[in-house]
């Protein structure tokens, strides 16, 4: 896993990247393989601002949280993207474990001409 940090005004302390990464390291076990995460720190309007950018695997999240304390940002921002692969993981499994389908010369079954013999 591949962690880039960048900060706009905004003090870029030891603290802060080492939780930035410890947090970082949950998201390792929703992916197999190499997955790529950029967070952007700014402050504005005396708020912290935490972007995260996910990659990896054909997938591709963004999140943003703001709040006034740069630690909450980052609890609020990796919540959000965990929901965002949970749901996508489930829409996966779903669509490839669908034991309702019903083929296909059943549903057309009961049309008039519609025979599915050829001759």
């Known amino acids: 896993m591949l962690v880039q940090l960048s900060f706009k005004h905004l003090e870029p302390t030891e603290s802060l990247k080492q939780y930035a990464h410890e947090k970082t390291g949950r998201l390792e076990r929703y992916f197999q393989g190499r997955i790529h995460v950029e967070w952007h720190f700014t402050t504005e309007r005396q708020n912290t601002i935490a972007r995260c950018h996910l990659r990896g695997n054909h997938m591709d999240y963004a999140v943003a949280a703001g709040t006034s304390d740069p630690y909450a940002s980052i609890d609020i921002a990796i919540e959000r993207i965990e ?7 489930e829409i996966v499994k779903h669509r490839l474990h669908r034991h309702d389908r019903v083929p ?6 009961d049309w008039p001409g519609s025979s599915l013999e050829a001759g």
């Not at 929901?83 to 993981?89: D, L």
């Not at 296909?104 to 079954?109: D, H, K």
């Open 83 to 89: 929901r965002q692969i949970k749901k996508h993981k």
């Open 104 to 109: 296909q010369e059943e549903l057309f079954a």
